[in-house]
């Protein structure tokens, strides 16, 4: 009877073991994709740069630099709203391997709570301005694309070199 008690604890262990090692291995799997510092490093600026290149574009129109055109800045609009969930796994993972090589501050990391609720706002205001875009109307969009422009600013005040 105790062998039989033993291969059952074996059997448990076991089966907890490798159940624990499947469910581990997709997290370790995805917190080292930027292992390297300069992979997480560029991740970020190219995603940053879509971010960048589709609000700049909006913001000739908000300024009047560029004609407005409603179906036009709403596609970029809907673009800035997905782009803005992309940049930030290329933060968490480099901080303790961060070397300085890109534009983001120290202050990233030691602040990360701020940093963090500031990529969530951006997230808010970007599905926010993609609503309003929807009316392709420019007296709809001007307000809330000030809003987004100033939580960008204030972000990069505290946290972009």
């Not at 033993?6 to 997709?26: E, H, K, M, R």
């Not at 990391?109 to 599905?127: G, H, I, M, P, Y």
Request: glycine share 4%; with cysteine; net charge negative.
């Amino acid at each position: 009877m105790s062998l039989n008690l033993n291969a059952i604890v074996s059997t448990t262990v076991g089966l907890t073991l490798a159940l624990t090692i499947s469910i581990a291995a997709p997290n370790h799997a995805h917190a080292s994709a930027f292992s390297d510092a300069d992979k997480a490093v560029e991740y970020r600026q190219q995603s940053l740069q879509l971010i960048r290149q589709n609000f700049a574009y909006m913001a000739g129109m908000v300024r009047g630099e560029i004609d407005f055109d409603g179906d036009m800045f709403e596609q970029r609009a809907i673009a800035l709203q997905h782009l803005s969930h992309v940049p930030w796994d290329g933060f968490k993972y480099a901080g303790e391997n961060h070397r300085g090589d890109g534009d983001a501050l120290p202050a990233v990391w030691d602040n990360w709570d701020d940093f963090e609720s500031r990529a969530k706002q951006l997230q808010d205001d970007a599905k926010a301005l993609a609503e309003a875009a929807a009316s392709h109307q420019l007296s709809d969009v001007r307000n809330q694309f000030m809003a987004t422009a100033r939580n960008c600013q204030q972000c990069h005040d505290n946290y972009r070199d």
